[in-house]
């Protein structure tokens, strides 16, 4: 049985998912209907807004492509008082209508924002461990990350600031300024993620790659000079 969730819209940023697009559409179909959803797309070739459109999503084109500028975008124009962010290679729970109704439901739900568990596709003990971390830092650093997605309210989404149009680190920028005025709670929901990030280089130097590029970041080296490197590698 699909759930009517007609305050909801789910953003999505898209660049070539043809083959990942779809399976993450049918969850959201199968769980739901009547939510608002838009693609965000970064210039795809490969039919990606073909098969958004057909799903009946609402496709906007942001050039050049970049998540920050697509998440922003998308955001522009979503008209439902809440926003589900997620990337387009994520897989949702069969029970993820029911339970994100019923945070919209709740009394001042509103003024927190939500977050999926990560879990990682094909799994294996490192990436289990790599999830665990995650859970960890998301609840007691308040750093949960784009690849986890993000329930928000439109209100507390645009009085942060929302995401701001850089070519990366724009899920930690916003959570930064998020947590600064809200809480950020978990959904108690997995996400799972296709692991091909981490299966060019594995968890461990993914994650030492990504430490550095923060801290870099935090040193006040330019957002565009780091997503060279991180796209390059």
């Known amino acids: 049985m699909t759930l009517a969730i007609p305050s909801l819209s789910v953003v999505i940023p898209c660049l070539n998912e043809s083959e ?15 939510h608002e959803l838009v693609i965000a797309d970064g210039g795809s070739i490969d039919g990606s807004p073909v098969i958004a459109r057909l799903s009946g999503a609402h496709v906007i084109t942001v050039e050049p492509a970049g998540r920050g500028r697509q998440l922003a ?26 339970r994100i109704r019923s945070i919209l439901l709740a009394p001042q ?6 977050y999926f568990d990560l879990h990682i596709h094909p799994g294996t003990p490192m990436r289990h461990l790599l999830a665990q971390a995650v859970a960890l830092r998301s609840r007691w650093l ?8 993000l329930l928000i309210h439109q209100t507390l989404y645009e009085s942060c600031g929302g995401f701001a149009p850089v070519p990366l680190m724009e899920d930690l920028d916003l959570v930064e ?11 108690r929901l997995p996400l799972t993620t296709d692991g091909r990030r981490w299966d060019r280089c594995g968890v461990l130097q993914r994650s030492l790659q990504n430490f550095k590029l923060k801290r870099r970041w935090k040193q006040g080296v330019a957002l565009e000079t780091l997503a060279r490197e991180y796209y390059a590698s």
């Open 177 to 187: 300024r998020l947590s600064a005025v809200s809480t950020l709670r978990p959904l």
């Open 20 to 34: 990942r697009l779809p399976l993450l559409l049918a969850d959201l179909q199968l769980g739901s209907h009547d």
């Open 109 to 114: 739900a509103a003024a927190s924002a939500w």
């Open 73 to 98: 975008a998308g955001a522009r124009r979503a008209s439902g008082r809440w926003l589900l962010f997620l990337h387009a290679d994520s897989r949702l729970p069969k029970t993820w209508a029911e």
């Open 142 to 149: 308040q750093r949960p990350y784009g690849d986890q997605g």
